[in-house]
């Protein structure tokens, strides 16, 4: 808490933690690709790849933010290494899906037992006045967004892009909140998600896959949980991140209204996305990609300078 981070101290940050994830990127995909890591052309019929890509993306995220967290200090906040502790969980599952192809729900299982391990180390949505609601709805919340930014992903750095603003956006409200904590922990996935970009870009020199986009949607939904909007009690602190989360759920949502109605599994690989139902339209495929995350600081500049109270919830 206290005052502000002085700026030069978080331009450094940020300049060291992007170009410490532009340095590993070569090697998670190397690692990823020895592995055999890779995603193989026509797996999905969202994915238009000519030739096998290295999904190291999520590699190259956790290992950037961890480290950099580690050297920063940031892996010591109370508000911060349960996050980084319980999204190892949502790392390590989308791991083994690249590896053994996870059945959904085991999927599904994985995500709840973090959000649980998050909850165990005291962390949780403080909406309502009852302890298991609060539980109830932090799983929901853990897990809608962590599904959300893996359904956004049907474009190459359409999910890290949309990241990244909601990722600036908490360094701008955690300023004014006075969460030191939180602004540099969210500079340092800021960080990540520049030099991830960079390589997630099209042509993808890689992907991100399950275990980096459902561990970012993992910690900014923990962010979000921890955030607390200054002048504001703690059960008005969803607002903001809801908003912030607002284009993946919308996506997710849109998704998966749209598959039940055609009878078709919610987890099976489609072209229904917002993306693809953009280009469809005839909006070509760069303009695509610029609108979805264009849309998020509309979002959040309503979050930021709306003024929002609510009443306690029973």
Known sequence: ?????????????????????????????????????????????????????????????????????????????????????????????????????????????????????????????????HNWLNIGLTIVWMVGVTNAFNFVDSMDGQAIGLAAVACAFFMLVTIDSHQNDLLLFSAILLSACFGTFYYNSTPAYYFLSDSGYQWQGFILAGIGSVYIPFGFS????????????????FDAALVVISRLRRRRPIYQSARDHTFQRLVASGMSSNRAVLTIPGILPATGLTGIYRPFSAATIY
Not at 40 to 59: C, D, E, I, R, W
Not at 234 to 241: A, H, K, R, T, V
């Open 1 to 129: 808490m206290g005052s502000s981070l002085n700026t030069f101290i978080l331009f450094r940050v940020v300049f060291i933690a992007t170009l410490f994830t532009l340095v590993i990127g070569p090697v998670c995909h190397w690692l990823t690709r020895e592995a055999g890591l890779v995603d193989v052309p026509g797996s999905a019929p969202h994915q238009q790849h000519a030739t096998a890509v290295p999904v190291a993306g999520g590699l190259t995220l956790a290992l950037s933010v961890f480290v950099i967290s580690y050297f920063t200090g940031a892996l010591q906040f109370q508000s911060v290494w349960p996050i980084l502790l319980a999204s190892s969980l949502i790392f390590l599952f989308g791991l083994l899906d690249n590896y053994l192809d996870l059945h959904p729900f085991l999927k599904l299982a994985g995500q709840i037992i973090a959000s649980l391990a998050l909850i165990g180390s005291g962390i949780q949505v403080p909406l309502f006045l």
């Open 234 to 249: 703690s059960l008005n602190s969803w607002f903001i991140p809801a908003l912030l989360a607002g284009v993946p759920l």
